[in-house]
């Protein structure tokens, strides 16, 4: 099957692309490898699969139509899109909206109108558990998401509502899954996790963004997620909205205590409080677990061993996080 990955240089995409082209898949990836975080990284997170003979890179913007209609020009046999491209980050989506309109609401559209044009049924979306804002844990996908925090997952409601009106009117299958935290490999390194692990290993501050005690993230490890999205390839649903999250919450202390613990140094932390902040996230995975069979198995004590253990084989200048 042949799979038009967005965002493929990504942390969520470069894991993506290496776990369909290990299962046989012929990847097609779309980046613009733009500076929301260093696109030395993003060179480093495509370089095991880069030369792969069953992928091929395009390093274009989803936001610029002519581009996106060549590539589906080039490409009418692809048989599902999992749109991953986005700027993703809550906080600095409060200063740049402008970004995030551009980006993720014209860039989702200008995809989606390329697979009516060729007929390409399956369609996956990337969207996000800070959708949920301030409603009641844990958050259930028929929740009221119409008051999010930021912008950022202001522009992903926009997408879910816009690709809701593209699968009623037309021949075309939508899956949104709503992603909650996920950790592994290659990980963002503007999230919690890199920057606990770079704060122990090399004395870098931890800015605190919100009260580490009453602020919880439902950490979920990245190859459950991805196995998700796989069953959706292989058996698409009409219009479905899922979370995808371990359903199990903790708190900043308890994943900084964590860190400490299996890397046997401390974190030095500094106060910072932002603004757009989720005070907590905690999926209802009940119908990812009916209708995909989805299934997270993984702690937090082993994704965080999971990846110091693949952290400490990269190069220096990786960990050393200076980029
Ligand atoms: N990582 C998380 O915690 C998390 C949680 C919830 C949802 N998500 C969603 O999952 C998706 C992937 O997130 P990620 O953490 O891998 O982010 P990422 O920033 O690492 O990856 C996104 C990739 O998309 C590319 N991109 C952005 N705009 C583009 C454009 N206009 N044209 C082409 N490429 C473009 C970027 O260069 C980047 O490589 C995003 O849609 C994000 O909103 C992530």
């Excluded at 493929?8 to 490898?33: H, K």
């Excluded at 069953?54 to 009418?76: A, H, T």
């Excluded at 931890?206 to 950490?219: A, C, H, K, M, T």
Aim: with cysteine.
């Amino acid at each position: 099957m042949k799979i038009i990955v967005t965002g493929s240089a990504g942390y969520i995409g470069s894991n993506l692309t290496t776990y369909l082209l290990e299962r046989g898949y012929e990847v097609l990836g779309i980046d613009n490898f733009n500076d929301y975080y260093s696109p030395q990284v993003k060179e480093f997170n495509i370089q095991n699969f880069h030369n792969n003979k069953k992928f091929r890179l395009y390093r274009k913007d989803i936001s610029n139509r002519s581009d996106v209609q060549e590539i589906f020009k080039q490409n009418p046999d692809t048989d599902a899109v999992v749109h991953l491209a986005a700027w993703a980050g809550v906080t600095y989506s409060v200063e740049h909206p402008h970004t995030y309109v551009v980006n993720n609401i014209l860039g989702t559209n200008n995809l989606v109108d390329q697979c009516l044009n060729h007929k390409i049924k399956n369609f996956i979306f990337a969207s996000t558990s800070s959708i949920y804002g301030d409603n009641p844990t844990p958050f259930k996908e028929e929740m009221d998401t119409s008051t999010p925090n930021a912008p950022y997952p202001a522009t992903k409601k926009a997408s879910e509502v816009m690709l809701y009106t593209a699968a009623k009117n037309h021949d075309l299958n939508v899956t949104v899954f709503r992603f909650f935290n996920p950790l592994g490999p290659y990980l963002r390194p503007d999230m919690a996790l890199p920057k606990l692990i770079r704060s122990a290993e090399y004395k870098k501050v931890f800015e605190l963004w919100q009260d580490p005690n009453s602020s919880s993230r439902d950490y979920t490890y990245i190859n459950d997620m991805l196995k998700a999205i796989e069953s959706v390839i292989k058996k698409p649903q009409k219009y479905e909205i899922m979370n995808l999250g371990n359903s199990s919450p903790v708190s900043l202390s308890d994943l900084m205590d964590c860190v400490e613990k299996i890397t046997g140094k401390e974190v030095e932390t500094k106060k910072k409080y932002l603004p757009g902040q989720m005070k907590e996230t905690f999926a209802d995975i009940k119908k990812a677990k009916a209708l995909i069979g989805y299934n997270p198995i993984t702690s937090l004590e082993d994704m965080v061993k999971i990846y110091y253990g693949w952290f400490l084989n990269q190069p220096d200048w990786y960990k050393k996080g200076d980029f």
